[in-house]
């Protein structure tokens, strides 16, 4: 026996493999592209309504009749694979599945292809009639086309498909698509050095230039260069990732190296322009127009051997999850797809990458999760980065601020100023003995000091007054995930006997059990799983505990060594599975802060927990230990938390404190969560509110890396 093939199976791969007609187009450029063709002209007729016509014509290499029946009429056929470069530009050819010329089956009923190499007389003629002659019941093999022989042009080469009797209508929204597809479908600024590598390409689309269409678009010269900054990405060859990213609008130029490894993706090049839709770093365009721009042509695509994978970047595609974590307030910076206009570059250096056979992505696996989780962590580090330095900036003059006074002190001051010079050359040209020329009251240099010194304070009141307005939506989105934090904390704390009489019981029925092999394994995972709802019970009450003392507003003197111990002992099981030890050192034993919240303390030593934990986790090798000390110095309580982790890096030590900079890319666990770079700052404001700082210390005690200190004034 042997297997046959239905000829039904021809429609099944047109028609239901190639799921989008902007799509089989976008194969059928390809394939051009491929054939060294240098351009693409695609002619729509009669296409607002089914049954129109599309012709797709190149001046590419064409085929001779052995290519046409050795490629073109062989299914999944390893030209490509074999030949994986095109002869005349060396291009990385697309295709390798031997299948996408079935998108000219998905687009109409009937196909003429004609094809001619140069040098040659005569080009050949092909016909093909899809739904007639590919009909269920029919063996594929007893499917015969007869080739037609036509004379030409010596000179001439290239391929054109007449594609008859269009399946679907081509409204102006569908070739909108079908530019953007075409637009998009390499990276749409190339450097010049790879367009000389690979020759040049151009598509035509009903008489119209792709690179008019892009001028028109206007993309590169108003809506790149209104980008707050730019964002790079790589993997190399061992799985070594970097990342960067370079604002010349914030002066910021920061290279991070990741501790994660990605093995599998193989080397990985990302590059992105990163947009913040707001006035004061628009320049040239509109925000308005910015912003619709952003929302139609932003996102981050990928590119396989310099040709789009899709659906990677369009805007129902969401393979970042930027949209849906922004959405959901867990990303509290602005990182949705449309603040990105970018791609990341794959190559044949990445074999474990695999496109589906319908060519709308690629598979899911584990080479891909590297890819995907590379590519996130790149661009959320970056904006993470961006946010921290907008916080801190201090400039001359900042834009974007609504006056508060009808005209500002300065400008009155400016106008004295101006005033006072034009006076002075008013009468430069008089005759001193005229007696018209009167001394000034206001020297002119006391005017152009306190000019100055009155727009430093301007300037200084409208960086606070814009770091208030921030400061204000952070509360308020924290006000919001407190609620919801609160009913965790209430529902998890209610379920706890529920599990603990349900796991008792168990205990009980496995001692009944008279296969001692049997019992055992259920007692090991009776322990396991008490293991896991103990960390779980361990952060409800926390979180239980914290909320009931939030909702008191009432400020208490906290015992300091009681509150530390209480603190560690709610989390004993989580530090106990980790193996961390942890030092507790009050001198008094009965010291305590000045009158606060006592869930300010919780907050305090929650958020340096977590910094620690995963600065520890950097550290392999190591027994980790964490030591808590308390003493009154100089009027202020000094409250230290040092660790045995991986340091904090000198460069960044002045900025740990700042609103959303974190040096964490990786995500954490159920306790130590993901780096948002807002635990510090409250931790600072905290300390700001009752007299005192947080603050990094140059040493730390023997046997620990990092110190932080944060300090209270005591009141007498």
């Known amino acids: 026996m042997r297997f ?18 902007e799509t089989a187009l976008s194969e059928l450029v390809k394939n051009a592209y491929d054939a060294d063709a240098k351009e693409v002209s695609i002619q729509f007729l009669d296409f607002d309504q089914p049954g129109g016509q599309l012709i797709i014509s190149d001046d590419g290499l064409g085929m001779d009749i052995e290519t046409i029946r050795k490629s073109w009429m062989r299914l999944s056929t390893n030209d490509k694979g074999d030949n994986p470069l095109s002869k005349i530009y060396g291009r990385r050819r697309a295709g390798k599945k031997g299948i996408g010329r079935f998108a000219v089956q998905r687009l109409g009923k009937s196909l003429t292809l004609e094809t001619s190499q140069s040098g040659k007389v005569q080009g050949h003629r ?25 004379d030409k042009d010596l000179n001439q080469s290239g391929t054109t498909l007449k594609i008859y009797d269009l399946r679907d209508r081509w409204t102006e929204t569908a070739i909108s698509r079908v530019w953007k597809s075409v637009l998009f479908l390499q990276p749409p600024f190339q450097h010049k050095a790879n367009e000389r590598v690979s020759g040049d390409f151009n598509v035509l689309i009903n008489g119209v230039s792709s690179r008019q269409h892009r001028i028109n678009l206007n993309i590169e010269e108003s809506f790149l260069t209104s980008a707050i900054a730019k964002i790079y990405g790589t993997i190399d060859q061992n799985g070594n990732a970097t990342f960067r990213v370079v604002s010349e609008k914030l002066g910021i ?77 867990n990303l509290l910076v602005p990182a949705n797809n449309f603040n990105f206009f970018g791609h990341v570059e794959v190559g044949e250096d990445n074999p474990l990458l695999e496109e ?151 205990e009980l029925d496995a001692e009944l059990l008279s296969d001692e092999l049997e019992r055992g394994q259920i007692e090991k995972d009776i322990l396991s799983l008490k293991s896991a709802t103990d960390r779980m019970f361990d952060l409800g009450s926390y979180v239980e505990s914290l909320v009931s003392k939030t909702r008191s507003r009432q400020l208490t003197e906290v015992h300091i060594d009681a509150a530390v111990r209480r603190f560690f002992a709610q989390f004993q099981s989580y530090l106990q599975k980790r193996h961390i030890e942890f030092d507790v050192d009050v001198v008094p034993l009965d010291l305590r802060t000045p009158q606060m919240h006592a869930s300010e303390i919780d907050s305090i030593l929650f ?39 991986a340091g904090i890096d000198p460069k960044v030590g002045a900025r740990i404190f700042d609103a959303f900079f974190t040096t964490t890319e990786a995500d954490g666990d159920s306790i130590s969560g993901i780096g948002t770079g807002l635990g510090l700052k409250i931790v600072s404001d905290i300390a700001s509110a009752y007299g005192g700082e947080a603050r990094v210390c140059s040493h730390a005690s023997s046997g620990y890396c990092t110190r932080i200190e944060v300090t209270f004034k005591k009141l007498s």
């Open 4 to 21: 046959t093939v239905d000829a039904q199976h021809i429609n099944r791969l047109g028609l239901e493999l190639v799921g989008k007609q």
């Open 126 to 150: 092909v016909l093909f009639h899809w739904d007639e002659d590919f009909r269920a019941g029919v063996n594929l093999s007893q499917v015969w086309h007869e080739v037609e022989v036509f």
């Open 253 to 329: 130029d920061e290279t991070h190296h990741s501790e994660n490894k990605y093995l599998l993706v193989g080397p990985v090049e990302l590059e992105t322009s990163y947009f913040i839709y707001l006035s004061q770093y628009m320049s040239g365009i509109s925000v308005k127009m910015a912003h619709e721009m952003g929302h139609k042509y932003g996102g981050i695509r990928v590119y396989r051997n310099g040709f789009r994978v899709l659906p990677y970047g369009e805007p129902y595609d969401d393979w970042l999850t930027l949209s849906y974590d922004s959405a959901r307030r």
């Open 356 to 506: 589906t056979s319908s060519r709308e992505g690629f598979v899911e696996n584990e080479a891909f999760e590297d890819l995907r989780v590379f590519s996130r962590r790149c661009v959320e580090w970056a904006a993470l980065r961006i946010a921290s330095s907008r916080k801190r900036k201090e400039t001359a003059s900042q834009q974007g601020f609504e006056p508060r006074y009808t005209r500002r002190p300065s400008e009155v001051i400016l106008e004295m100023l101006e005033s006072e010079r034009g006076g002075k050359r008013s009468v430069e040209g008089q005759d001193e003995s005229s007696g018209d020329i009167k001394e000034s009251a206001v020297p002119e240099t006391f005017l152009e000091d306190l000019y100055k010194r009155q727009k430093d304070f301007e300037n200084q009141v409208d960086e606070k007054l814009e770091t208030s307005i921030e400061y204000e939506n952070m509360l308020r989105i924290l006000a919001s995930l407190g609620i919801s934090i609160s009913l965790f904390g209430h529902e998890i704390k209610s379920a706890t006997n529920a599990v603990d009489n349900s796991l008792a019981i168990a």
């Open 607 to 645: 958020n340096f927990l977590t910094n620690s934990v995963k600065a520890m986790e950097k550290c392999r090798g190591i027994i980790p230990r964490i030591k808590v000390q308390a003493r009154e110095i100089s009027g202020f309580i000094v409250l230290s938390f040092e660790d045995n982790g």
